[in-house]
């Protein structure tokens, strides 16, 4: 079985600019997370969404934005790229309800110059 | 504040040797903890997860303890090899908001020939 795929692997863009992030999550997961590690720190939660609706949101400005698709994919958005974005960020999925086991993506890597 | 506090923040071992990495949170009402293997640019790996009841859980070389009075756990690596060298995650969930996971910064672990 496929586990959680992320696209693309790497990405570099400039300050002001504009990300997408894509994730597909395990078959017959119905839950999306997604969350952004710097370098040399543990994963920080950034969104959950769970039937296509947004269950938790973490601290992150609203340039962060996300959402979900009815194959249960996920999208992650930045606007107004700032340094401070580059990051790992990884996806994760899990069943839905109250399960909350993570399963995550192997990330992309967001460099921004 | 649900926090998690691992030490030590890195760690050096010869290969064969064993070690023990700490975990302390103050995460509560607690749900569960678990240990993610995270090798460098990757998503992390699910190792172990214990619930309140549980105060240990093995796999294969890994074994996980767990006092939920003192809020501390432990993740002992026997007979360590090269590809174990990565960083360890304590993460640990609120059952309040099971979707927001409290991770740790990690201890990075380096095992020499």
């Known amino acids: 079985d496929a586990g959680v795929t992320q696209s693309p692997t790497h990405l570099i863009k400039t300050r002001g600019q504009h990300v997408t992030l894509r994730c597909s999550p395990i078959?017959?997961?119905?839950?999306v997370s997604w969350y952004q590690q710097v370098l040399g720190q543990g994963p920080q939660f950034i969104f959950q969404?769970?039937?296509?609706?947004?269950?938790g949101r973490g601290n992150f400005p609203d340039r962060f934005s996300a959402r979900q698709f009815p194959n249960y994919s996920s999208e992650l958005n930045v606007n107004a790229l700032l340094l401070g974005d580059s990051a790992l960020y990884l996806c994760?999925?899990?069943?839905?309800?109250?399960?909350?086991?993570?399963?995550f993506g192997p990330g992309t890597r967001l460099t921004v110059l | 504040k649900n926090q998690v506090e691992q030490s030590p923040q890195s760690l050096i071992i010869l290969e064969g040797k064993n070690c023990t990495l700490q975990c302390n949170y103050t995460v509560s009402p607690f749900s569960n903890l678990r240990w993610y293997k995270q090798d460098t640019g990757r998503g992390p790996v699910s190792l172990t997860i214990m619930t309140f009841s549980e105060n240990t859980k093995s796999n294969g070389r890994y074994t996980a303890t767990l006092d939920a009075d003192t809020k501390q756990s432990s993740l002992h690596i026997t007979a360590s090899q090269l590809s174990d060298s990565a960083s360890y995650i304590c993460?640990?969930?609120?059952?309040?908001?099971?979707?927001?996971?409290?991770f740790g910064k990690g201890t990075s672990l380096l095992v020499t020939p």
């Open positions: 078959s017959g997961h119905k839950s």
């Open positions: 969404y769970y039937e296509k609706e947004e269950r």
């Open positions: 993460v640990v969930s609120n059952s309040n908001s099971g979707y927001a996971l409290n």
């Open positions: 994760a999925s899990n069943p839905g309800g109250i399960y909350n086991e993570q399963f």
